[in-house]
Each structure stands twice: as structure tokens, then as C-alpha cells.
């Protein structure tokens, strides 16, 4: 019913920037009754929350680690989701995945989400 392709992925210095986007295929889902979230998970280490924004967008929630330099966004019409890094740190470096639940609200859990991308490389050099 969802099929998650995430994009903007690459290799970036330390401090510079990088947008993702998370294109979500729908059928028979309203993206307007989805929340979404970012995650990542790096070599050895287990997947983590990174963001999370709620149907209307008027909801989010970030990870310590990365508050006041991620910031997630949703573009309902167009069935995408964004994570606009900045000040990036080589600790960033991992595969960050998009995921979707089938309530609109805010989740940081991974077992809440129930639609999952395949991840985009995101490459942070010192």
C-alpha cells in the first residue's frame, strides 16, 4: 500500500549541509493520516530515531543528538517527506531511512512504524 523511496543522500565536510527527501507511492492511504519519521543506523550500531513530524506538521520530535541542526518537514500534496541537515558532525555518518505509521501523530519507537524505505547513504568527513 506504501512504498517508500528515499534520495539526497551522499558524501558531505564537516558543517556542511544535506536535504533529504522521503517520496512516498500511496494506494488507498491518505498521506494526511500518516506520521512519519527519519531514522538512521550506523555500521556495528543499532537503527535510531532521528525526527519524527505528524500529519499536519504541526508536531515533531528530534533526538537530542541532532536538535537545532535537523529539521523535518512534510509536504502533504506531494506525498514527501524531508530531513534538512545542517552543521553536520562525521557521528552523522550512517544509512538514514524514511518510515511511515499508520497514525498521524508522533512516534519515536520503531515498532510503530509499519512502512519503511530502503535508506540513503549519508557520509559525513572530517
Known amino acids: 500500500q506504501v512504498q517508500l523511496v528515499e534520495s539526497g543522500g551522499g558524501l558531505v565536510q564537516a558543517g556542511g549541509s544535506l536535504r533529504l527527501s522521503c517520496a512516498a507511492s500511496?494506494?488507498?492511504?491518505?498521506?494526511?493520516?500518516?506520521?512519519w519519521g527519519w531514522f538512521r543506523q550506523a555500521p556495528g550500531n543499532e537503527r535510531e530515531f532521528v525526527a519524527s513530524?505528524?500529519?499536519?506538521?504541526?508536531?515533531?520530535a528530534y533526538a537530542e543528538s541532532v536538535k537545532g541542526r535537523f529539521t523535518i518537514s512534510r509536504d502533504n500534496a506531494k506525498n514527501t517527506v524531508y530531513l534538512q541537515m545542517n552543521s553536520l558532525k562525521p557521528e552523522d555518518t550512517a544509512v538514514y531511512t524514511c518510515?511511515?505509521?499508520?497514525?498521524?501523530?508522533?512516534?519515536?519507537?520503531?515498532?510503530?512504524?509499519?512502512?519503511w524505505g530502503q535508506g540513503t547513504q549519508v557520509t559525513v568527513s572530517s
Open positions: 518510515a511511515a505509521a499508520n497514525f498521524g501523530g508522533v512516534f519515536t519507537t520503531n515498532s510503530t512504524y509499519i512502512y
Open positions: 500511496l494506494r488507498s492511504v491518505s498521506s494526511y493520516t500518516l506520521g
Open positions: 513530524i505528524s500529519w499536519s506538521g504541526e508536531g515533531t
